[in-house]
């Protein structure tokens, strides 16, 4: 790189003027926040791990590193205020890269109104993005927890996306799919629900949320333990981009439902709730559907499929075998 | 390793357990913090760049980690409330490496009484260290832009004891010092000085504060810079370690005090006040001592070193000279 730290702190402050932090930004030791909010998340990319440089537009990568953080902001019923950056850049990287993904960052942090308060630049081998965020909880915070025997489960948008598009990303044409490019947009740039999550906790009793990260049958095992309940999930009943797939889709449903529940990263929410939800209300105010895919048990993990039903063990050995072919 | 995420998560909160976050820590998309600090900082410690990880006992590592951080709230006028922690952990890093950083983590914790609210563990090609902090100013918080021509400067402790334990560890026998574990344990361990602020705080009224994490010159600078102001500097005056270097000292101490100058990663404070400092008082009730070593002035940068006067990039040129030899 030609830029030094300090020019490419000017660059970044310079960058985000449009977006200024309620407080003293970046600048000093830490930053001080005049609203400080009471959510607290961070999540972090790493290269060959979270994504393959050589395979990835550094914009579309900034974004995703915002957009993942928002989302935990999201799944706690909160807006987002402010965001800490940490960038490890290896030598190679030039300021053209830097200004790329730094351009990404700034597009989510504008689209969801998130400024930059601060950060740090430092050399690394293996680059590296952290971000750390803060936020406001619109009304309770939403914990896993809150889960309640009786609770209706409900999924955000369409869940198997992202993995989709990380499987033609990694081979091509391991899949046939009418539209590739609508599965990989959706692996590299997810979108956090906070717009739904808002017009949901105004009009309904959320009383859990997870977003999911690591694939719908592990998040939602995530609100079973930590609300010590059990849960019934209606397989065919996720909501999947059939038609994007295309006749695929039709020739063997059942492996798409196994992606779609057990593909990580799509980050759509996935929330319980008491009463039943006016999905056609929520996509008319939001632009975002939501589907009833279970209910919360007292006891159990259950996942029917049609006629048939699984334990979530036969399940997960059932997609590893097909991963193997 | 053999512990995967979820096994090393478990052993952080068990570890964490006789230290409350206040609100709902580890375990959900985000923490909830019950009274949200508006200090906000982040620093990040990658290996190959602020540590050599064969060099490092990773006690030291986690408690350095969490130290620099410390000692940003601490230059605030702050206190810690609570801290997210990442990791990017290597293949070969093993589960006793894992766990003698967290007991590093873990002793500046309680020592700092700073609770561990989430973070976020990732597989790296090279192993990096994220803490983000949050924390409380005692009162207003201190800027690093609130000197005022007049001011006299302090430095609390010493300074130059990092920057020769650095060139110690890199090159055991470039300097002969009476007191090498001294040196060695001043860089690996520094002191965040938040009980020192917190006194400092309710008996003066600090205009400026930092920490000298780049060097004395250099964050005096920033000082100047962000407050509008010149400064002159005592070099003679700066609180050297002459007793642990020993003879040495005497041959040469126009070396030494460049190196304190200009040597980082002290994070001891330097800070501002209209008032004169009763250093006996403040260091019978912290322990610590403070020193002046020179006044803010209207303008213009100067370095005094008995009958000589230097400007700061005379003194950067000599010192590079120096390190060229």
């Known amino acids: ?28 030791d830490a930053a001080v926040l005049h609203h400080p909010g009471s959510l607290l998340t961070t999540d972090t990319m790493v290269d060959g791990v979270h994504f393959i440089l050589d395979k990835t537009d550094l914009a579309d990568l900034g974004y995703k590193v915002m957009a993942v953080n928002l989302s935990d902001i999201a799944a706690m019923g909160g807006y987002p205020d402010a965001a800490l950056l940490t960038l490890g850049l290896p030598k190679p990287f030039t300021d053209a890269q830097f200004l790329r993904l730094m351009t990404g960052i700034h597009d989510s942090a504008i689209l969801y109104r998130c400024a930059l308060a601060g950060g740090d630049i430092v050399r690394s081998d293996t680059l590296f993005i952290t971000v750390a965020m803060t936020g406001h909880p619109i009304k309770e915070p939403i914990l896993r927890s809150g889960a309640k025997p009786g609770d209706i489960i409900y999924i955000s948008n369409k869940v198997g996306d992202s993995a989709l598009g990380l499987k033609l990303l990694q081979a091509p044409h391991s899949v046939k799919v009418k539209s590739a490019n609508y599965f990989l947009s959706r692996h590299f740039c997810p979108s956090p629900r906070l717009k739904l999550i808002e ?28 609300s010590g309940t059990g849960y019934f999930l209606e397989m065919n009943e996720l909501p999947v981009s059939a038609e994007e797939i295309g006749k695929e889709f039709e020739k063997d449903p059942f492996f798409f439902y196994t992606l779609a529940a057990t593909g990580g990263e799509d980050y759509e929410l996935l929330f319980t709730s008491e009463q039943s939800i006016d999905s056609a209300a929520v996509y008319e105010h939001t632009g975002v559907s939501v589907t009833p895919v279970g209910r919360i048990l007292e006891s159990g993990y259950r996942i029917g499929y049609f006629e048939k039903e699984f334990s979530p063990s036969d399940f997960k050995t059932g997609f590893r075998h097909f991963e193997g072919e």
Chains 1, 2 share one sequence.
């Open 1 to 28: 790189m030609k830029m030094n730290e300090f020019e490419m702190i000017r660059a970044i402050r310079e960058m985000f003027s449009d977006l200024p932090v309620r407080g003293t930004g970046i600048g000093d």
């Open 199 to 226: 017009y949901l906790t105004e009009h309904y009793i959320i009383r859990s949320c997870i977003d999911i990260s690591d694939g719908v049958l592990a998040d939602l095992q995530h609100i079973a333990e930590e």
